[in-house]
C-alpha cells in the first residue's frame, strides 16, 4: 500500500526555535494536510493543502505542497511549550479535502521542547 | 467549528466480549465516516469507509466480520469489534466530513482506547 515517510521520527529542540519537518511519497496525493496529536487525543488539523506548490501559513506554521505532489513540508517559527506533541502529515487521493477517501498517514515526528 | 464525537473514550473488557464504539457529527451531516486504528506509538492506519445507507468499505487485511461497522443516519456511525483478543487492543479513533461542504477536510474525533484483558 501507499506509505508517507516522515521526518525526523523526533526532535529535541530549546523554546524559541525554528522547526522543521517532512514527509515524502513514492506515490502522489492530491491533497496534504497536516495534524497534530496530543497523548490520548484525536488529531487536530493544522494545515491544510489542496494545489501543488501552494504555501500556507496559520499562525507560526507554515507549510508547503510540493510541486511534485510527493512531498510536503511544515515549518513551526519561535516554539513555545504547548506546541510539544506528534505530528503527522496526512496524504489524500481526492482533489479536495472532503473526498471519500481515507488518509494516509505519515509515521509522525514527535516533537519535544526542552526548558 | 465541525465537531466529531466518539464514545466511549476507554473501554476495558475481558476476552471474547464484542464491544461497540460510536462516532457521531454533532453539528453536521457525514455520509461517510472512516475509522482508523492506531497501535502505541504507531501512526494512524484506516481501517474502513463508512458509508451512510450503504456496506463499509474495508482496507486489505481488515477483517470485515471482526469489525463490524452500522451507518444508520447521517450523524451515526458505528464500529463493533466482535469477540475482542488482546491483540484487538489499540486507540480507535473515527474521522467525519461535513458532506455539504466539498472543500471541509476530515475532522477526528478523541479516540477510544480499548484493552481487552
Known amino acids: 500500500g501507499q506509505q508517507l515517510n516522515q521526518s525526523p521520527q523526533s526532535m529535541f529542540i530549546q523554546e524559541g526555535e525554528d522547526v522543521s519537518m517532512n514527509c515524502t511519497s513514492s506515490?502522489?496525493?492530491?491533497?496534504w494536510l497536516w495534524y497534530k496529536q496530543d497523548p490520548g487525543e484525536g488529531p487536530v488539523l493544522l494545515i491544510a493543502?489542496?494545489?501543488?506548490?501552494e504555501l500556507t501559513s496559520n499562525g507560526r506554521l507554515t507549510a508547503q505542497f510540493g510541486i511534485t505532489r510527493k512531498d510536503s513540508f511544515l515549518n513551526i517559527s519561535a516554539s513555545i511549550p504547548s506546541d510539544v506533541g506528534i505530528y503527522f502529515c496526512?496524504?489524500?487521493?481526492?482533489?479536495?479535502?472532503?473526498?471519500?477517501?481515507?488518509?494516509?498517514f505519515g509515521k509522525g515526528t514527535h516533537l519535544i521542547i526542552q526548558p | 467549528g465541525a465537531v466529531v464525537s466518539q464514545h466511549p473514550s476507554w473501554v476495558i473488557c475481558k476476552s471474547g466480549t464484542s464491544v461497540k464504539i460510536e462516532c457521531r457529527s454533532l453539528?453536521?451531516?457525514?455520509?461517510?465516516m472512516f475509522w482508523y486504528r492506531q497501535f502505541p506509538k504507531q501512526s494512524l492506519m484506516l481501517m474502513a469507509t463508512?458509508?451512510?445507507?450503504?456496506?463499509?468499505?474495508?482496507e486489505q487485511g481488515v477483517e470485515k466480520d471482526k469489525f463490524l461497522i452500522n451507518h444508520a443516519s447521517l450523524t451515526l456511525s458505528t464500529l463493533t469489534v466482535t469477540s475482542a483478543h488482546p491483540e484487538d487492543s489499540s486507540f480507535y479513533i473515527c474521522?467525519?466530513?461535513?458532506?455539504?461542504?466539498?472543500?471541509?477536510?476530515?475532522?477526528f474525533g478523541d479516540g477510544t482506547r480499548l484493552s481487552i484483558l
Open positions: 474521522s467525519a466530513r461535513d458532506f455539504s461542504n466539498s472543500n471541509q477536510p476530515q475532522h
Open positions: 506515490s502522489i496525493f492530491n491533497t
Open positions: 493543502l489542496y494545489k501543488a506548490g
Open positions: 496526512a496524504g489524500q487521493q481526492s482533489y479536495s479535502g472532503g473526498g471519500a477517501d481515507g488518509l494516509t
Open positions: 453539528d453536521f451531516q457525514a455520509t461517510t
Open positions: 463508512s458509508n451512510e445507507g450503504s456496506k463499509a468499505t474495508y
